[in-house]
């Protein structure tokens, strides 16, 4: 799918006429929350906003690379890169509310693939072996795994 | 009395009971109750854990403390903590939404619109959660979730699972686990219950390129293990 700028910016404005999602949410708010459908042109804004956000994560890519580096030499201590991940994904949103958009490098397609996939093992990792289960990663398996998306990362996005 | 204050009693109780008695017999004995809460990094479990998943009501798990036997397994030592919160059952469906899943994935809280500092915890908290797991949170002195916080959190997932605009999706590989998965397409929240056991797995938001993913290819999280 091509990023289409103008569509992207009207499908946004008809959006902005309806209410902002919150963050903190009462019963009854998040009840109404999940009321909410998508409509027909849903899919296609979600298609350009991750292509906005892919761009994002990939500008960044010197410090998602100085921060993989920190974790393969060091103790496991994710939760900076877990926290950049999450602020590159907000901050995206962000400018989308505010009707901000960027022309994404054609070049940046796959790279939130590979930061998404390395961010997810961090779900898998269990540093108490007897506590581990059968599915989850050993310090030494993780670290394994995030060197091989490392080095494809590097490889395809020097 | 309230539930929190008899939730706070209880605790309170089983780690004295636990300190005085472990001092006792200095962990000699077979223990038929988990370790206190700064022992359970401590834990030397014999064998692999649970390769297909928990069955429901499975039996407790063998594991050694310091040369003595004791029944607990990261399910079971968070279980006996929120014993006194009932697993809620998904309306139409075997789904179980256990406390203990809730309250490990504690940190996932306000993807569901939860405000923890409400619930006198703070993002600092779900962040040690989120980095080191509940266990070794709790072993390095940090605060226990809320029982509150694990109820609402409890209700927030069984009012998304039987919401009509939720989509089941059928079962499909969650982290490499076969699992019944819900979504919702607006706030791109996703739910898997482990199709094994029926039990309730994780819960949180997927990014835009994961929710984008996971409708074409039907997979959150890859296989690594194969």
Partial sequence: MQYNKKKHLKLLKSLHKSEKPRKILSDKEFLKLLESRPDENFFELEAYSAMIISHLHRE?????????????NGPINFLQLRKKHRAINDAGERLEAELILLEPNPKCEGFDDLIDKLVSLFNKYCQDPSLRESHEFSEEE?????QKIFIEMKERYP | MNFNTAFAIALTSTVAYMIYFNWIQGFQLVHHYPPRIDEWGNVNNGGSSNVGGYKKRAGPKSITITGATNSGSERNLIQNVYSQISN?????????????????????????GLDPTKYEMTQTDLDSISVNGLINHINQNGTLPNANYVKALQKRWKVFAEHKNVRKCGIQPVMAEDCHVVKHDRTRIFLPFKSDSEESFTGYQLTKNQFQNHDKNGIIGKNYKN
């Fill in chain 2, 88 to 112: 809620l059952l998904v309306e139409g469906t075997d789904w179980e939404i256990t406390a203990w899943s809730v309250a490990k994935h504690a940190h996932h809280g306000p993807d569901f």
């Fill in chain 1, 142 to 146: 993780l670290k394994k795994l995030i």
């Fill in chain 1, 60 to 72: 960044n890519r010197e410090q998602y690379f100085e921060l993989i580096e920190k974790l393969l």
